[in-house]
């Protein structure tokens, strides 16, 4: 499963890349925002215009990203965010603070297999 969300994470970061790189550069006076550098910051899940290597403006962008295994002490999970929970994957699309499973802030993504044991 990891490896599933590993390669679901490349993908996007690099299709965000490609999709920074054909923005024309901006002409000072003309375009709306007079940047000269756009970066994607993939922790804060937030695009940052940058002007002299300040942030003139920041876009949040909700994209599913794998937390790890559901902590009771980091049970503060913002929008989009997955985790393991009993052998389970769970997003919360609008953001969390209870347990996977418990109320409806949690959706089951991949329901927990077999445990791969054969039976003889």
Known sequence: MSKWILEAERIFRSKVDDFIKALPKPRDGVD???V???E???D????LFKR???VV?????PFPKYEGVWSETDASYEP??????GGNIWITPK??????GTDGTWTLCVKKGRDGRDKK
Do not use: H, Q, W
């Open 52 to 54: 002299d290597g300040l």
């Open 80 to 85: 989009a965010s997955m985790v393991t929970f």
């Open 40 to 42: 994607l910051d993939y």
């Open 32 to 34: 709306g925002l007079n």
């Open 44 to 47: 804060a899940r937030m695009l």
């Open 95 to 100: 953001g969390s603070t209870t347990k996977p």
């Open 57 to 61: 403006k920041a876009i949040s962008i």
């Open 36 to 38: 000269d550098e756009i």
